[in-house]
T-cell receptor, first 113, second 107 residues
Framework: DGGITQSPKYLFRKEGQNVTLSCEQNLNHDAMYWYRQDPGQGLRLIYYSQIVNDFQKGDIAEGYSVSREKKESFPLTVTSAQKNPTAFYLC????????????FGNGTRLTVT | KNEVEQSPQNLTAQEGEFITINCSYSVGISALHWLQQHPGGGIVSLFMLSSGKKKHGRLIATINIQEKHSSLHITASHPRDSAVYICAVRGAQKLVFGQGTRLTINP
């Protein structure tokens, strides 16, 4: 079955360490997204990519980095520069950026202490 | 004021009741999405609509472009419908998400 796989589901890190969250899709979608979800807030866009080897910053890109070397993969690195990294991170994809439904992964809950 | 407002924020009902969740937005949009998030965190896309009404099983979504308002209805609600329902609108360049409505259906 096609879908989006995020791993791991839970991740724990010490402050000051970089950490990479995995996102893989086998839907053959061009567009991929990373969102952050905090309690009581709507999803906020971190980065998005419309095509391989290209990506754009979203609303809250500071302290994060991404790569898109393959169509199927869009890993997110949470760097030590991110001041409040503890959150729930969701990866999504769509056929194109516009006018197509979003498909979401099951998320990664990151806790930094 | 948020660009996307959902109401109510929390809703508890008995099994079998008719449920309505509302979404109002303040920007021009090309499409509106309704999403469902289960306790485990994963999100499923329920509807994407730009006009009129769509139905899938017991779920119905409507949108009124002139009034900048959409509703999600659930008929014959069931405890498995318990989830957070999220409205998202596609504006000029991006999706903007509402805060979500937490629905609890008691047996």
């Amino acid at each position: 079955d096609g879908g989006i796989t995020q791993s791991p589901k839970y991740l724990f890190r010490k402050e000051g360490q970089n950490v990479t969250l995995s996102c893989e899709q086998n839907l053959n979608h061009d567009a991929m997204y990373w969102y952050r979800q905090d309690p009581g807030q709507g999803l906020r866009l971190i980065y998005y990519s419309q095509i391989v080897n290209d990506f754009q910053k979203g609303d809250i890109a500071e302290g994060y980095s991404v790569s898109r070397e393959k169509k199927e993969s869009f890993p997110l690195t949470v760097t030590s520069a991110q001041k409040n990294p503890t959150a729930f991170y969701l990866c999504a994809s769509s056929i194109t950026e516009e006018y197509s439904p979003l498909h979401f992964g099951n998320g990664t809950r990151l806790t930094v202490t | 004021k948020n660009e996307v407002e959902q109401s109510p924020q929390n809703l508890t009902a008995q099994e079998g009741e008719f449920i309505t969740i509302n979404c109002s937005y303040s920007v021009g949009i090309s499409a509106l999405h309704w999403l469902q998030q289960h306790p485990g965190g994963g999100i499923v896309s329920l509807f994407m609509l730009s006009s009129g009404k769509k139905k899938h099983g017991r779920l119905i979504a409507t949108i009124n472009i002139q009034e900048k308002h959409s509703s999600l209805h659930i008929t014959a609600s069931h405890p498995r419908d318990s989830a957070v329902y999220i409205c998202a609108v596609r504006g000029a360049q991006k999706l903007v998400f509402g805060q979500g409505t937490r629905l609890t259906i008691n047996p």
